[in-house]
């Protein structure tokens, strides 16, 4: 792991880790393991395409986690929104869309 992007996250800037070519590169990566599929709609018995990868372990709390095959997972944008609801450690990126809790 760069350590310059190691310490971009741990000054804040995860936006620096996000624009990354490296962040690029491992998002791609994880894409293609999963199939480009949520993994979380896949447990379900759903198909539903991801566009999204997510750190298990939040980025900013271990951020030596943040290119670990391990603790990141493919999920589609509705998914993500409720897992960052649901753990509600980081407040979710887009508004509130009215999802209803389904666990
Ligand atoms: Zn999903
Ligand atoms: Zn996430």
Redesign the pocket.
């Known amino acids: 792991m760069d350590k310059k992007l190691l310490q971009a996250i741990k000054n804040g800037r995860e936006d620096i880790f996000y624009n990354s070519r490296t962040w690029r590169n491992k998002r791609k990566q994880i894409l293609e393991r999963d199939n480009n599929e ?5 447990k ?1 018995g ?1 198909f ?1 395409p ?1 566009d999204t990868v997510h750190h298990i372990k939040e980025l900013k709390d271990y951020p030596k986690l943040a290119l670990i095959d391990s603790n990141l997972i493919s ?6 929104n ?1 897992i960052h609801e649901r753990f509600g450690e980081q407040k979710s990126r887009g508004e509130k869309m009215g999802i209803p809790e389904r666990w």
Request: aromatic letters at 6%.
């Open positions: 949520c993994q979380i709609c896949k379900e759903k539903k991801a999920v589609c944008f509705s998914c993500h409720i």
